[in-house]
């Protein structure tokens, strides 16, 4: 089994940046996928982004240019950059693993966090 955990969730302001964690223990993650969903209220969890064990890495449109995704696989860590953050960013933010390929739909996930909230204010 997979157990993963989040860090980094808070508020801040508009144009603001946060880092999130995802911590992954119970076995070594170096050949699954991590990824990164959101849900705001009301709404369905949507992915954000998602890289593979050797760095390569696929985005939502939303992510493109402001959210970069990167993994420490010694560590068993993956991090979600976010920079230039919008009101409508505001979610829980989740982190999932499964085994290659990527895949967009949550659905396919095996392992999930609980979620750091992000609230980003105007």
């Known amino acids: 089994q997979v157990q993963l955990v989040e860090s980094g969730g808070g508020l801040v302001q508009a144009g603001g940046s946060l880092r999130l964690s995802c911590a992954a223990s119970?076995?070594?993650?170096?050949?699954?996928?991590m990824a990164w969903f959101r849900q705001a209220p009301g709404k369905e969890r949507e992915f954000v982004g998602a890289?593979?064990?050797?760095?390569?890495?696929y985005y939502a449109d939303s992510a493109k240019g402001r959210f970069t995704i990167t993994r420490d696989n010694a560590k068993n860590m993956g991090y979600l950059q976010m920079n230039s953050l919008k009101p409508e960013d505001t979610a829980l933010y989740y982190c999932?693993?499964?085994?290659?390929?990527?895949?967009?739909?949550?659905?396919?996930?095996?392992?999930w966090g609980q979620g750091t909230q992000v609230t980003v204010s105007s």
């Open positions: 890289v593979t064990w050797n760095g390569y890495t």
């Open positions: 119970g076995r070594t993650l170096s050949r699954y996928v």
């Open positions: 999932a693993s499964k085994w290659v390929p990527i895949a967009v739909e949550s659905s396919d996930y095996h392992y």
